[in-house]
């Protein structure tokens, strides 16, 4: 299988997030996506799993055996996608079940995150770090080739962070791929990065207020198409709606 | 495809009859209703039996109304969602075993319960037996519409009212002939089986409609 990602484009709320993002992703390979908070690596990540369309640029997978790209990947994002009122193992298990090409068992994989004492316990009695380490062992319930995880480490102490990594490698050395936005190194060997900018402030858009305006307001606000060139836009005269809010966060 | 549908359905089940799960909310709060009436008009045991039909289907359909906007938004809200979109199976899939989840847990017990709430509204026992078959088979209506509000409100978050708004116009033929149906039962001069075929065939449109249309909003609302 292979994933290649050609000069992908995000805009969220008619605003351009990042542009000209490509990459390929082979077996065994993993990406390590670094940016600025607000960058748009959340926003790269939910391209790939296909909850936002991107607005220009194309995601191809060669040799999927007719699968769709949401059928070949795991999600583990910010929120861990967790029913607080089911077990751990219950949670795990309708993963397993939900997600077909079934592997470990729900208990084996608390195991192997270091959780099956708590494998009874209903998710809403465990800690932060504790429930991210459930939601990673759903990478572990059912085969999938690329796995896509948002700020993995985030809430989880040095002991889960190191098995993490040793969960990630096992998975690449089985033919794996990893996509993984991060601010804490991840220390995943030969891993390619990229980082993602958000595109430079006009310094002529500084009085807008930073409000968004809606389309057909003012002169400059035509709505670019997905096969417009981004390039062209930088050298555009006049400002583009509202990007005095890009210096955020 | 069947599998997670099946897993799916077990774990909505699971999750409703757990603590805080939403299984007895719509039954008591039909309870409420129907038991609130007769007291505010009064002890007219034919005034209550001529009414009596009505009072259970608009029960039902509020008791219906009350939990769904959480159908999909629970779901939004802690991530899931994003998990249900990872399936083999397509979303309507996704929909239709939330949905028949969604159902089992509210509008079966609705239908179980009319012939005792059927005392309160002094319902003879020919209405009580057309009032379960009239919810039973009107409700999964009521609910697939229902559907198609709760995935356009899921993202919203105070989406309850404006559920309502949407789908309430939608609901009322299903109204209309669940309790025309109902009466045609205990008397009147069209045969219980018109306004009882045109219910069933509602639910099933609605099953479909509201399958498509939940999943199409679900896609969009991305």
New interface residues.
Partial sequence: MRLSVNNLACERGERRIFQGVSFTLLPGEALVITGRNGAGKSSLLDIL?????PASGAILLDDADE?TL??C???V??????????TAE?NLA??R????NPALKPREALDAVGLAHAARLPVAYLSAGQRRRVALA?LLVAH?PLWLLDEPTSALDTTSQEILRLILESHREGGGMVAASTHSPLFLKDAKEIRIERNPLPPSSAGEGGERSGPGEGPSLIELGPSHDPRSRQGHPLPQRGEGKAGEG | MLRSFNALLVRDLKLAARVGGSGVMGLIFFLMIVTLIPFALGPDLNLLSRIGPAILWIAALLATLIGLDRLFQADQEDGSLDLLRLSHAPLEIVVLAKVIAYWLVTGLPLALAAPFLGFLVALSPEAMLAMVATLMVGTPALTFIGAVGAALTSSLRRGGLILAILVLPFMIPTLIFGVSAANAAVGGTIPFMTPFLVLMALSLIAAVVGTVGAAAALRSGE
């Fill in positions: 799993a296909g909850r936002l369309h699968r949401p059928e990947l795991h999600y994002g910010h929120r861990d996608a967790l029913k607080a009122a089911l219950e309708f993963a079940d939900f997600l077909g759903r999938r």
